[in-house]
T-cell receptor, first 111, second 111 residues
Framework: DQQVKQNSPSLSVQEGRISILNCDYT??????FLWYKKYPAEGPTFLIS?????DKNEDGRFTVFLNKSAKHLSLHIVPSQPGDSAVYFC??????????FGTGTSLTVIP | NAGVTQTPKFQVLKTGQSMTLQCAQD?????MYWYRQDPGMGLRLIYY???????DKGEVPNGYNVSRLNKREFSLRLESAAPSQTSVYFC??????????FGSGTRLTVV
């Protein structure tokens, strides 16, 4: 049973606009969340994280929002750039446990 | 360059053959992981090693064995490959709770 879900397999956005990638989870014990970015033929690379004591974490153009009551997190990329085109995975973990990954969302930023 | 190195990058096996996927990291990380990525399934944990000398099963361990040879190296063995093990395999390591470093992956096809 998928504990972390990314319901949008793909997303297309115009360059300069905002990209919003969504992630839902089912386990209320999850308290730490990560976003990874993956280019073709490469391993995933860490992008940004958030712990459950926060509801927002910002790093440059990337912001992650966490809504614990809805068990939902989102990644905002503003402004989107063509180099952001990649597959984005969210991941979640309970204390001391492994990370569970979502199925990924393929983002295409159109120049 | 510091990071996680996986070999081989590509492999084709016949059903029933065995092989070992190699992984080495040079970041002095304690924990190492093996994931498989399948379309629509995200990244699923096969086995992990929290520290040198220890290994534990993840979400999908059947058909695999692992060895944590030393702090740097963590290998994944398929004793009798099956077509269901056709996948992309990623090794990862972490020295802290704040995200993994992934290798570039091994694309395995079992025919």
């Amino acid at each position: 049973d998928q504990q972390v879900k990314q319901n949008s397999p793909s997303l297309s956005v115009q360059e300069g606009r905002i990209s919003i990638l969504n992630c839902d989870y089912t386990n209320s014990m999850f308290d730490y969340f990560l976003w990874y970015k993956k280019y073709p033929a490469e391993g995933p690379t860490f992008l940004i994280s958030i712990s459950s004591i926060k509801d927002k974490n910002e790093d440059g153009r990337f912001t992650v929002f966490l809504n614990k009551s809805a068990k939902h997190l989102s990644l905002h990329i503003v402004p989107s750039q063509p180099g952001d085109s990649a597959v984005y995975f969210c991941a979640a973990s309970a204390p001391g446990n492994q990370f569970y990954f979502g199925t990924g969302t393929s983002l295409t930023v159109i120049p | 360059n510091a990071g996680v190195t996986q070999t081989p990058k590509f492999q084709v096996l016949k059903t029933g053959q065995s092989m070992t996927l190699q992984c080495a990291q040079d970041m002095n990380h304690n924990s190492m992981y093996w994931y498989r990525q399948d379309p629509g399934m995200g990244l699923r944990l096969i086995y992990y090693s929290a520290s040198e000398g220890t290994t534990d099963k993840g979400e999908v361990p059947n058909g695999y064995n692992v060895s944590r040879l030393n702090k740097r190296e963590f290998s994944l063995r398929l004793e009798s490959a099956a077509p269901s093990q056709t996948s992309v395999y990623f090794c990862a390591s972490t020295g802290s709770f704040y995200g993994y470093t992934f290798g570039s992956g091994t694309r395995l096809t079992v025919v």
